[in-house]
Protein backbone atom coordinates (compact mmCIF):
# COMPACT_ATOMS: atom_id res chain seq x y z
CA UNK A 1 0.00 0.00 0.00
CA UNK A 2 2.80 2.01 0.86
CA UNK A 3 4.50 1.47 -2.00
CA UNK A 4 1.38 1.62 -4.56
CA UNK A 5 1.11 5.81 -2.76
CA UNK A 6 4.98 6.39 -3.44
CA UNK A 7 4.68 5.12 -7.11
CA UNK A 8 1.73 7.90 -7.61
CA UNK A 9 2.71 10.94 -6.22
CA UNK A 10 6.22 9.88 -8.53
CA UNK A 11 3.83 9.02 -11.23
CA UNK A 12 2.32 12.39 -10.46
CA UNK A 13 5.40 14.87 -10.03
CA UNK A 14 6.97 13.45 -12.96
CA UNK A 15 3.80 13.88 -15.38
CA UNK A 16 2.31 16.99 -14.07
CA UNK A 17 5.43 18.93 -12.81
CA UNK A 18 8.61 18.16 -15.14
CA UNK A 19 6.57 19.97 -18.30
CA UNK A 20 6.71 23.08 -16.09
CA UNK A 21 10.46 23.23 -16.14
CA UNK A 22 10.98 21.74 -19.75
CA UNK A 23 11.19 25.08 -21.56
CA UNK A 24 12.06 27.91 -19.96
CA UNK A 25 13.51 29.97 -22.33
CA UNK A 26 15.30 33.31 -21.97
CA UNK A 27 15.47 36.28 -24.12
CA UNK A 28 18.91 37.59 -25.07
CA UNK A 29 20.98 40.60 -26.78
CA UNK A 30 24.06 41.33 -27.22
CA UNK A 31 26.49 42.81 -24.62
CA UNK A 32 26.53 46.07 -26.31
CA UNK A 33 22.66 46.42 -26.42
CA UNK A 34 21.46 48.59 -23.32
CA UNK A 35 17.93 47.34 -23.70
CA UNK A 36 17.21 45.97 -20.04
CA UNK A 37 13.39 45.59 -20.10
CA UNK A 38 10.99 45.06 -22.95
CA UNK A 39 7.19 44.65 -22.87
CA UNK A 40 5.88 41.90 -24.09
CA UNK A 41 3.72 43.65 -26.74
CA UNK A 42 7.44 45.13 -27.87
CA UNK A 43 9.19 41.78 -27.71
CA UNK A 44 6.48 40.37 -29.95
CA UNK A 45 6.64 43.19 -32.31
CA UNK A 46 10.40 42.87 -32.75
CA UNK A 47 10.09 38.86 -33.42
CA UNK A 48 7.30 39.58 -35.90
CA UNK A 49 9.99 41.95 -37.66
CA UNK A 50 7.44 44.85 -37.23
CA UNK A 51 10.36 46.53 -35.43
CA UNK A 52 13.41 47.74 -37.44
CA UNK A 53 15.54 48.91 -35.39
CA UNK A 54 16.78 49.25 -31.44
CA UNK A 55 16.27 52.81 -29.92
CA UNK A 56 20.13 53.09 -29.96
CA UNK A 57 19.90 53.16 -34.28
CA UNK A 58 21.05 49.40 -34.73
CA UNK A 59 19.36 47.01 -36.64
CA UNK A 60 17.45 44.03 -35.04
CA UNK A 61 18.11 40.95 -36.02
CA UNK A 62 16.40 38.08 -34.74
CA UNK A 63 18.07 34.97 -34.34
CA UNK A 64 16.07 31.72 -34.15
CA UNK A 65 16.49 28.22 -34.22
CA UNK A 66 15.76 26.01 -37.01
CA UNK A 67 13.65 23.33 -34.83
CA UNK A 68 13.22 23.70 -30.73
CA UNK A 69 9.38 22.70 -29.27
CA UNK A 70 9.97 25.62 -26.77
CA UNK A 71 10.88 28.19 -28.86
CA UNK A 72 8.22 27.91 -31.26
CA UNK A 73 5.83 27.43 -28.21
CA UNK A 74 7.26 30.44 -26.95
CA UNK A 75 6.92 32.48 -29.87
CA UNK A 76 3.24 31.25 -30.67
CA UNK A 77 2.44 33.18 -27.31
CA UNK A 78 3.87 35.75 -27.47
CA UNK A 79 3.89 36.78 -31.44
CA UNK A 80 0.01 34.94 -31.36
CA UNK A 81 1.14 33.23 -34.76
CA UNK A 82 0.74 29.16 -35.16
CA UNK A 83 3.85 27.32 -36.34
CA UNK A 84 2.75 26.96 -40.21
CA UNK A 85 2.93 31.80 -39.71
CA UNK A 86 5.94 30.99 -38.31
CA UNK A 87 8.08 29.46 -40.91
CA UNK A 88 6.12 32.04 -43.57
CA UNK A 89 7.25 34.88 -41.39
CA UNK A 90 10.93 33.49 -41.25
CA UNK A 91 10.89 32.95 -45.22
CA UNK A 92 9.32 36.58 -45.73
CA UNK A 93 12.25 38.06 -43.50
CA UNK A 94 15.40 36.33 -44.75
CA UNK A 95 17.41 39.93 -44.16
CA UNK A 96 16.47 39.78 -40.49
CA UNK A 97 15.95 36.46 -39.33
CA UNK A 98 18.97 33.78 -39.12
CA UNK A 99 17.93 30.18 -38.23
CA UNK A 100 20.60 28.47 -36.33
CA UNK A 101 21.01 24.77 -34.88
CA UNK A 102 21.63 25.09 -31.02
CA UNK A 103 21.54 27.28 -27.98
CA UNK A 104 25.58 27.63 -28.79
CA UNK A 105 24.80 29.26 -32.19
CA UNK A 106 22.07 31.78 -30.52
CA UNK A 107 24.66 32.57 -28.11
CA UNK A 108 27.42 33.12 -30.94
CA UNK A 109 25.09 34.91 -32.95
CA UNK A 110 23.76 37.14 -30.38
CA UNK A 111 27.37 37.67 -28.59
CA UNK A 112 28.41 38.63 -32.01
CA UNK A 113 26.20 41.11 -33.75
CA UNK A 114 25.36 44.21 -31.52
CA UNK A 115 21.83 44.21 -32.85
CA UNK A 116 20.73 40.63 -32.59
CA UNK A 117 17.77 38.87 -30.49
CA UNK A 118 17.45 35.37 -29.29
CA UNK A 119 15.74 33.24 -27.24
CA UNK A 120 17.69 30.28 -25.29
CA UNK A 121 17.13 27.65 -23.03
CA UNK A 122 17.42 29.29 -19.07
CA UNK A 123 20.28 26.36 -18.71
CA UNK A 124 22.07 28.13 -21.93
CA UNK A 125 22.79 31.69 -20.62
CA UNK A 126 26.47 32.87 -19.76
CA UNK A 127 28.10 35.49 -19.44
CA UNK A 128 28.67 36.53 -23.25
CA UNK A 129 25.14 38.38 -23.51
CA UNK A 130 22.61 40.05 -21.92
CA UNK A 131 19.52 38.51 -20.63
CA UNK A 132 16.35 40.86 -21.02
CA UNK A 133 13.24 41.00 -18.47
CA UNK A 134 10.13 41.03 -20.02
CA UNK A 135 7.40 43.34 -18.53
CA UNK A 136 9.96 43.80 -15.67
CA UNK A 137 10.26 40.10 -15.14
CA UNK A 138 13.36 37.39 -15.17
CA UNK A 139 13.54 34.29 -16.75
CA UNK A 140 13.44 32.40 -13.01
CA UNK A 141 10.58 35.41 -11.82
CA UNK A 142 7.22 33.52 -11.78
CA UNK A 143 5.16 35.40 -14.71
CA UNK A 144 7.87 35.99 -17.25
CA UNK A 145 6.44 35.37 -20.25
CA UNK A 146 8.05 33.27 -22.37
CA UNK A 147 7.49 30.32 -20.34
Known amino acids: MRFQRLATLGFFLLTFLTPCFAHHMAVVVNK???IGNVTAIHLGKIFRCDVK????G??????LHRDSAGEIETLEHLVKI???ELKALE????DSIILVDSDADVLKMVESMPGAIGLVELHSIDNTINVVHVDGK???ESGYLPH
Not at 91 to 94: E, I, L, Q, T, V
Open 91 to 94: AAHK
Open 82 to 84: NAE
Open 58 to 63: KSVTVV
Open 138 to 140: LPT
Open 53 to 56: KWPD
Open 32 to 34: DNN
